[in-house]
């Protein structure tokens, strides 16, 4: 990678609010905030990254290859891509679970009243098994109708072939902002799965996996500690000790192959793990995510986002 002088990030093809092309053509996204952020450390630019669209037959195997460096798509951590794949995850990024989508029309409040319905889900994922699994456990009928793709399961569901689409509650929303309608659909309460969502590496190249993994910790730690994107270099030297330690004090980065300023590039490049997440999917964004599970373990409302100590 730094022979190419270009990070190599898989993304997916079309996901609104985690990777998607705007109208210039520039990637956007949650996901490719991320992947800026991390060719920000290694390489110095946050724009020295290619970003490699992938649908979900063929990501896996992309990064086995070495197509791309990291996988940064919406792809949960899962025990046979552990194991079987061999494959890691860095770390998570995103606390995520499958969920439904319904027309608000129906006065739906829980899936198990699915009873029958027919559920638009895409093939090649793990939202298949898990749909398979929470209908079949409780007794309720249902017709799967398959897709190769998000956006075919998308469109089938706006077409009203389904009674409800069914993906991970953050896909959900995406395909809600960019619906006709989308005050017309509602995501409905139920979680019927754990989906962690995070960069994925392959598993022969522990370093890599380590420097992929404090870059968003990075990220996280910068949001607990009030560093943004706009005071990262004002910050170095204030009164917090661990602050120092991420901003450059110390040997920290030459644990990593870097230089002292990695993780401050990092931050710079995108803003701390808040600023991305409520530009990008947040309350400034269409999709209007709320924290949850994704706020940090010591907010008002606590989450599960929690980065190791710096020390």
């Given at each position: ?7 190599r ?11 998607f092309q ?13 992947c ?7 390489l ?25 460096d990291?996988l ?15 494959l ?14 319904v027309r ?12 029958t ?58 395909a ?8 017309a659909h ?19 190249d ?7 993994r404090w870059?968003?910790?990075a990220l ?13 270099k ?35 490049a ?11 999917i ?5 999709l ?24």
């Amino acid at each position: 990678m730094r022979a190419r002088g270009e990070l190599r990030c898989g993304v997916n093809p079309g996901l609104p609010g985690f990777a998607f092309q705007d109208n210039g053509g520039r990637w956007r996204g949650f996901n490719v905030d991320f992947c800026r952020a991390l060719a920000a450390a290694v390489l110095g630019d946050p724009g020295k990254v290619g970003f490699v669209p992938l649908g979900n037959e063929e990501r896996i195997a992309a990064l086995r290859s070495g197509k791309v460096d990291v996988l940064w798509r919406n792809t949960s951590w899962t025990y046979s891509r552990d194991a079987g794949d061999q494959l890691d995850m860095a770390a998570i990024s995103y606390f995520d679970g499958q969920g439904f989508l319904v027309r608000r029309g129906l006065n739906l409040t829980s899936a198990v009243e699915l009873n029958t319905a027919k559920i638009c889900v895409q093939n090649n994922a793990t939202s298949a098994q898990n749909l398979e699994d929470f209908f079949r456990s409780r007794g309720i009928a249902y017709t799967a109708m398959t897709f190769d793709s998000e956006d075919e399961a998308r469109a089938a569901y706006q077409a009203e072939r389904c009674d409800a689409l069914t993906a991970d509650i953050s896909a959900l929303a995406a395909a809600r902002s960019v619906m006709d309608d989308p005050a017309a659909h509602v995501i409905l309460p139920d979680a019927i799965s754990k989906e962690p969502l995070g960069p994925l590496v392959r598993q022969d190249d522990p370093a890599w996996t380590d420097i992929v993994r404090w870059t968003l910790y990075a990220l996280i730690l910068a949001e607990e500690r009030g560093i943004t994107r706009s005071n990262a270099k004002d910050m170095k030297t204030g009164a917090d000790p661990e602050v120092r330690r991420l901003l450059g004090e110390g040997d920290y980065g030459a644990m990593l192959g870097l230089d002292a300023d990695w993780a401050t590039r990092a931050i710079a490049a995108g803003g701390n793990y808040g600023e991305i997440f409520d530009r990008e999917i947040g309350g400034k964004s269409a999709l209007k995510l709320d924290r949850g599970l994704n706020a940090l373990w010591n907010a008002p409302r606590p989450g599960l986002l929690y980065a190791p100590p710096m020390r």
